[in-house]
């Protein structure tokens, strides 16, 4: 049986067409990679009042969070800007109690989530637009705890 606090990575990724002429690939790509701590008590009955869930600050790889350029081709062979994107990380914790089947029994269940979202601002000066590009979570399951007698 494990103890204590629960530690793993959460990494989520996308790729993007810059077409930008001086990258050496047509595709911008981005990956990014949160660790996460799940501060459970001693036997992993409960999490910790203070801290809870924590995640530490993600690892930006490939073409970081940008902004990086945007190009399109048009006629003539001519490559033309028409924007910029960027991308930025939200995280959210969900948390259920799951019921054991004997009905005698509880523990939670804690779901860590990093979502990807990347923000594309067009060079005619046009609205951003923004979308959820990817999303990874891990569902981690305390130990279960007997359920207090009911009078």
């Known amino acids: 049986m494990d103890y204590g606090?629960?530690?793993f990575e959460l990494t989520v990724r996308d790729s993007f067409a810059a077409n930008n002429?001086?990258?050496?690939?047509?595709?911008?790509a981005v990956e990014v990679v949160t660790p996460v701590t799940i501060c459970w008590n001693l036997h992993r009955t409960a999490l910790e009042k203070d801290q809870g869930v924590v995640f530490s600050a993600p690892r930006w790889l490939g073409s970081g969070k940008g902004?990086?350029?945007v190009f399109e081709e048009k006629l003539g062979g001519n490559m033309a800007k028409t924007g910029s994107a960027?991308?930025?990380q939200t995280?959210?914790?969900?948390?259920?109690v799951?019921?054991?089947?004997n009905g005698k029994k509880y523990r939670l269940l804690v779901t860590p989530q990093v979502r990807l979202l990347r923000t594309f601002v067009p060079a005619t000066g046009g609205s951003p637009r923004t979308e959820e590009v990817a999303k990874a979570a891990a569902t981690a399951r305390g130990?279960?705890?007997?359920l207090p007698e009911t009078a």
């Open 143 to 146: 130990t279960w705890v007997d």
């Open 67 to 69: 902004p990086i350029q």
């Open 5 to 7: 606090p629960q530690q």
């Open 21 to 28: 002429p001086a990258d050496e690939s047509d595709d911008a």
């Open 86 to 88: 960027s991308w930025e």
């Open 91 to 96: 995280t959210e914790v969900l948390q259920k």
């Open 98 to 101: 799951e019921m054991h089947g």
